[in-house]
């Protein structure tokens, strides 16, 4: 091995250690605002409510 391909090689793992370090850094920095994703529509039908002051059928 040269000493320009170990340099090289040196370079190659630091750099890959650095980016490592970076992504993991990314993850563990909490973040204030967390964004959510807004459904297209309602999933399901929209239907008004019945009596609520009679009990339901299954209700005992």
């Not at 850094?25 to 807004?38: E, G, I, L």
């Amino acid at each position: 091995m040269t000493r320009r391909g170990f340099f090289h090689g040196v370079a190659g793992a630091a750099l890959a250690i650095l980016l490592g370090a970076a992504w993991l850094v990314k993850k563990a920095v909490p973040r204030r605002f967390t964004r959510a994703h807004r459904l297209p529509a309602y999933p399901g039908p929209v239907r008004p409510l019945g009596n609520i002051s009679k009990p339901a059928k299954w209700s005992g």
